[in-house]
């Protein structure tokens, strides 16, 4: 009887001992390595390492398995292992504009300085199932070697933005005579609004996908005044560079693989500034276009009024979008709706019941009068 | 003493708990008052207690003996969950007796036992904004407790009275901390707001995802909001315990067939426990006494 509602120790246990159970699935199938995960899941990889934040595609792949494939609960993992984390320094800033391009498209010019290069991309394929995949598994690498090898990659070039750049067309990405500041680290010091534009870009770079993809989406459609143009996506290798302290100056320590967008956003102009066009930009880990681009034109939005422009929509709003923007948060929150409420809502049966007794004595004085 | 291997004494770094630490006595200097702090990811959801984990974790020591409770109840699920994370992480003692523990974390109820004033009461708070339901934008309900601007309250309240004859909030029910502060009592229930008002214990609140930590030191005073011709009143129950007859306690009302029976028992089951014994030691000593 009453103890039903109580749970246990043993039930916690014994819950978990399931859910290791459901998640090794049909024990005569082979398991799946952690390896076979990172190598064969790449993208899947690549989103838990950018909303867990945190570079390491064998641990992502150990969370993407340890989780049965939940994008957000291998995220969950991969967070609450992050914070634990010392830091030992800060990295120098990234010079993206010398990665080791292996995708570069541009939507603004047929061609430029550096060329268009499709690289590894599923744009241009045709939904359909492959059954061979089901039937066979892939066939030979050799069979699927494409004309040009990797060891072609496109050396370091100009973005795109840099040539508009130089007519003077759009937006200084920062002024002239702006003095170099450290941005604040928003997994250290809680977000005071109205934030500045790194702590925002910070946030959405650890953003859920999801949701930036459908606020992007929306601000496209007209809800919001976002319809950019793609300036410049661009996917490759990037140095990293930390000065330790007993040395002064920059050590090379390792690379990541990062994917860059820059969106060129309609005019703008005022009374002391001719009409230019404004940038939005996104940076993510990996091979992530679709979180990039999102993190791009959400972050245009968000500048609105910084810009002057009106604040009408989700969108454009900074606490709207920044404070839910967190699949953790916003995951852990509506989760917690599975916990036991019910002496909040004992406390609403009392007053419900109450309210209605009062109701119904009223309406029985009036009918007896 | 057993710690888990890898982690630091009670989970978080020095660090960050000295920054918590920092953050909670600026709450206890200005009752009532939402500190901003840099809240750490936690391995447990948000929602789920991480804030309280939080400030526990930043004020536990290896002499200190802890209770976590959520309904009231200790055995809930996300109690053990809890308790059990404390107990590997920092190997403290652990304890269900209210009487018995130097610090109680709790989620949703204050115990029945009165609190001492060598106790801290941990409490976990999803959301700790008051006015939230009525602005949600930080940047004014930060302007409105500046400025004690609380008329908005009272007109929610007002709208109340108009609409059902009553205040119809029944949990999470706004207090005044110090005559200065609105403050969110966390979703407690109303039955419980009195026993805030000065209470011997230090309280402490958590918000974890929202990066909030306040606080009501010692016997200052807490007033549950309300008007004069409209006083501030706590639920009350026809019924008594099933278990232990109390009838002064909050009671969980349990449905116990198919046909919707229901049977009222105390939440807070430490209370409900210590009243059964006393009430069998008593017996027995009558009877001893009689033969």
């Known amino acids: 009887m009453y103890v039903a509602v109580k749970g246990g120790e043993k039930a916690i ?36 390492m950018n909303e867990g934040s945190v570079y390491d595609p064998e641990l992502a792949a150990l969370a993407l398995k340890q989780a049965s494939g939940d994008a957000v609960e291998a995220i ?37 300085p550096g060329g268009q290069v499709l690289g590894s991309t599923y744009d241009y394929t045709h939904r359909l199932l492959d059954f061979t995949l089901l039937a066979e598994g892939e066939a030979p690498i050799s069979a699927l070697d ?9 050396d370091a070039c100009p973005r795109v933005l840099e040539l508009l750049n130089k007519e003077g067309l759009i937006e200084q990405s920062r002024e002239a005579d702006e003095a170099d500041h450290t941005p604040a680290d928003l997994t250290r010091e809680p977000v005071n609004y109205p934030a500045e534009r790194a702590v925002r870009l910070q946030n959405l770079v650890r953003g ?50 990062l994917t860059e967008c820059e969106m060129v956003n309609q005019f703008h102009g005022n009374k002391n500034q001719p009409p230019q066009f404004t940038r939005g930009y996104g940076l993510a880990f990996g091979r992530s276009e679709r979180k990039a681009m999102s993190v791009a034109l959400v972050e245009r939005s ?41 002496v909040d809502f004992q406390s609403e049966l009392e007053m419900i019941r109450r309210l209605r007794r009062e109701i119904a004595a009223a309406t029985d004085e009036e009918n007896n009068k | 003493m057993s710690t888990a291997t890898g982690y630091n004494f009670a989970y978080l770094d020095e660090q960050s708990k000295r920054m918590i630490r920092r953050a909670i006595l600026k709450a206890v200097a200005i009752p009532g008052y939402q500190v901003p702090f840099g809240g750490r990811e936690m391995p447990l959801p948000h929602g789920w207690g991480t804030g309280g984990m939080q400030v526990t974790a930043s004020v536990i020591g290896e002499a200190d003996r802890l209770k976590v409770i959520d309904q009231g109840a200790d055995d809930t699920t996300n109690a053990v969950s809890i308790r059990r994370f404390f107990a590997t992480t920092a190997g403290v003692e652990t304890t269900e007796s209210t009487a018995a523990a130097s610090l109680i974390q709790t989620r949703h109820r204050i115990p029945e036992t009165p609190l001492q004033a060598d106790q801290i009461l941990i409490y976990q708070v999803p959301i700790p904004e008051p006015l939230r339901f009525i602005e949600p934008r930080e940047t004014e309900t930060r302007k409105m407790h500046a400025l004690s601007e609380y008329g908005a309250m009272q007109v929610k309240l007002y709208e109340d009275v108009a609409r059902f004859g009553h ?55 807490v007033k549950s909001l309300d008007f004069d011709d409209y006083p501030f009143e706590v639920q009350r129950w026809d019924e008594n315990c099933a278990i232990c007859g109390s009838d002064h306690s909050f009671l969980d009302e349990v449905i116990i067939d198919d046909a919707g029976s229901k049977m ?13 014994t006393n009430a069998t030691e008593s017996a027995t000593a009558t009877e001893e006494t009689l033969s």
């Not at chain 1, 494409?146 to 496109?154: A, Q, Y």
């Not at chain 1, 410049?232 to 990293?240: P, Y």
């Not at chain 1, 609105?304 to 929150?333: I, K, M, R, T």
């Open chain 2, 167 to 221: 205040i119809a909030t029944s949990y999470d029910y706004p207090v005044m901390v110090n005559n200065r502060y609105m403050m969110d009592p966390s979703p407690i229930p109303k039955f419980d707001n009195p026993k805030m008002n000065r209470m011997p214990a230090l309280q402490l609140f958590g918000a974890g995802f929202e990066k909030r930590i306040y606080a009501v030191p010692p016997y200052t005073e």
């Open chain 1, 146 to 154: 494409p004309e040009t090898s990797d060891e072609e990659t496109l």
């Open chain 2, 264 to 276: 009222f028992v105390c939440s807070d089951t430490d209370y409900c426990r210590s009243r059964q």
């Open chain 1, 76 to 112: 969950f993992l991969l967070r609450a292992y992050r914070t634990t984390l010392p830091r030992i320094g800060y990295s120098e800033p990234l010079d993206t504009e010398a990665m080791q391009i292996e995708r570069r498209i541009s939507g603004t010019f047929k061609d430029l």
């Open chain 1, 13 to 48: 246990d014994n819950a978990h001992a399931l859910m290791r159970k459901t998640r090794r699935g049909d024990e005569s199938i082979t398991e799946l390595t952690v390896e076979q995960i990172r190598e064969q899941l790449p993208l899947a990889v690549d989103r838990v």
């Open chain 1, 302 to 342: 968000l500048r609105a009024e910084e810009l002057g422009e009106e604040v009408l929509y989700p969108n454009q709003d900074q606490e709207f979008v920044l404070s839910h923007s967190d699949c953790v948060s916003a995951n852990g929150f509506v989760s917690h709706l599975k916990l036991p409420h019910y």
């Open chain 1, 208 to 257: 859920d996908e999801g949701f930036l993809l459908s606020l992007s989406y929306a601000s496209m459609r007209g809800y919001g005044d976002s319809h950019p143009f793609a300036g410049e996506l661009r996917s490759g290798r990037v140095n990293v560079e930390l000065v330790p302290e007993e040395l002064g100056f920059a050590i090379e320590i390792g690379d990541l693989f």
